[in-house]
């Protein structure tokens, strides 16, 4: 059935977990979002009054987690100069994180429903805070990474369970605006980590970065087990180990190999991983068409919005994943700014970004998701770009404008993404697309990590720059920019009425 006929047609009555899904990351209430008052499905509802603590108890987490990565983002400059590595060697602070990300969400559900959400939601937060103790107290890379890795495996499990523990324990008629409870405070994270990492190493010791997150996490698991419930699923599927290891062997060998191929002295070590990686891939595929209910399904890829999404908001999510440990290191290393005032600068993005949330259904509703993508799939890249052209003598007014606009238009973005991508997922399936799509966004933003670094290491040694200079930045800014870029290629592939009924767009 061609697209213009698909969406002629009447809509499945199964697809309505797909708008749901979409609806709630919209953040805005819809005529199509949800049933009147009936509980989620397994889910002991709360009383009305009680859904806002639910909420702001599981935000903390979010809150707590997006803090982190934030406030370490502006802290890497003055940590490979205490590690005596070079500035691009300590991107792996980054990707080991985002790499436990990737590995460990898609277990996350299975997880949850055998042992219940409440208790793994508990033990997350338990093991994101000794994975944070263990990198407030590493004395050299190698185990900062480990430490960074554990620390992934409780964010992995911690905020895909947080979320399942609310969609389980709150009436669907308070649900939209649980979830807006729920994003606001963790929206915070992101707009207080630059300036507060900045002041931290400036000021005390990036090490407090990890240790600020003892009283928060302990404070989360006491109020979890205070004031929520324990809510298990009826229905617990049978866990694919065979596929968790084949995927988690491929992923993880095959980034690491990316990860080296920027560092110098690491190549006899880069193939055998590759090809280690590559291998476990394969073998993944062909377990994945066996299995009753593989740990990622492919055979989502076959839903063209799910599809087009995975691949725009994947060569989208390259610059995202680049820019945050680009910008710091731009502003420290080149401009020669101390940390605090890096952190006053890269804030921008996260505040743009804040301000988008409440105009994104009325854009999509104006301009319809193919034409929205299409036009801020272009602009982004382009914007970007134009970070490369920073240079001390650009006024700051114009630097913290491009800087917001990009933060604006990028949320703008993934907004879109993230919704359009469950339009045509019904309900059984729902469980199984939010793994994948958590997965690959993950994995495309180590990915944006490993380009930058690679790259930057790459333009600084042929130039035989130590420390990078601004035309290194410039190039390695200009790269991820251009790969992003190509997403225009495949948004304009979305159907011109794709999403109408999650934006309330008439065809």
Known sequence: ????????????????????????????????????AEPAPGAAAQPAR??????????????????DSTVLATALPTMAHEFGIAPTGISLALTSYLLALALFIPA???????????????????????????????????????????????????????????????????????????????????????PVGGLIVTYLDWRWIFWINLPIGLAGVFLVGRFIDEVRSSDVRPFDLTGFLLSGLGLGATMFALELLSRPGHGAFILPLLATGLVSIAAYLVHA???????????????????LSIIGGTLMRITQGAQPFLLPMLMQLAFGL?????????????????????TARTLLRRFGFRTTLTTVGMLVPLLYAVTGFFRPDWPWTAVYAVLLVCGFLTSLQFTAFNAIAYDEIDTRRMSAATSFYSTVQQLAMSLG?????????????????????FGDFSVAIWTV?????????????FDRNAGHELSGRRR
């Open 481 to 493: 920019a251009a790969i992003s870029l190509t997403a225009v290629f495949f948004n304009l592939r």
């Open 50 to 67: 009680h859904y806002r603590t639910t909420a702001l108890i599981i935000a903390c987490a979010l809150f707590m987690q997006n803090l």
């Open 449 to 469: 990590i490993c380009t930058a670094a690679g790259v930057l290491g790459v333009v600084s040694a042929a130039r035989s720059h130590e420390v990078p200079q």
């Open 289 to 307: 068409r066996r299995a009753a209910q593989p740990i990622l399904d492919l055979t989502l890829l076959r839903i063209p919005t799910f599809r």
């Open 1 to 36: 059935m061609r697209h213009g006929e698909r969406d002629r047609a009447p809509r499945d009555p199964s697809a309505q977990g797909g708008q749901t899904r979409a609806a709630e990351i919209l953040n805005q209430p819809s005529d199509l979002t949800l049933p009147p």
């Open 108 to 194: 996350s559900g299975s997880t949850a429903d055998r042992f219940g959400g409440r208790r793994v939601f508990q033990i997350a937060i338990m093991i994101f805070v000794m994975g944070s103790i263990a990198c407030a107290l590493s004395t050299d890379l190698a185990t900062l990474v480990l430490a960074r890795f554990f620390q992934g495996m409780g964010g992995a499990m911690m905020m895909p369970v947080g979320r399942l523990v609310l969609l389980r324990t709150v009436a669907k008629r308070d649900l939209v605006a649980a979830m807006s409870w729920l994003t606001m405070p963790a929206m915070i994270g992101p707009i207080l980590g630059p």
């Open 338 to 358: 101390s940390a605090a005032a890096s952190g006053a600068v890269t804030v921008a993005p996260a505040i743009g970004a804040f301000f988008m949330k409440g």
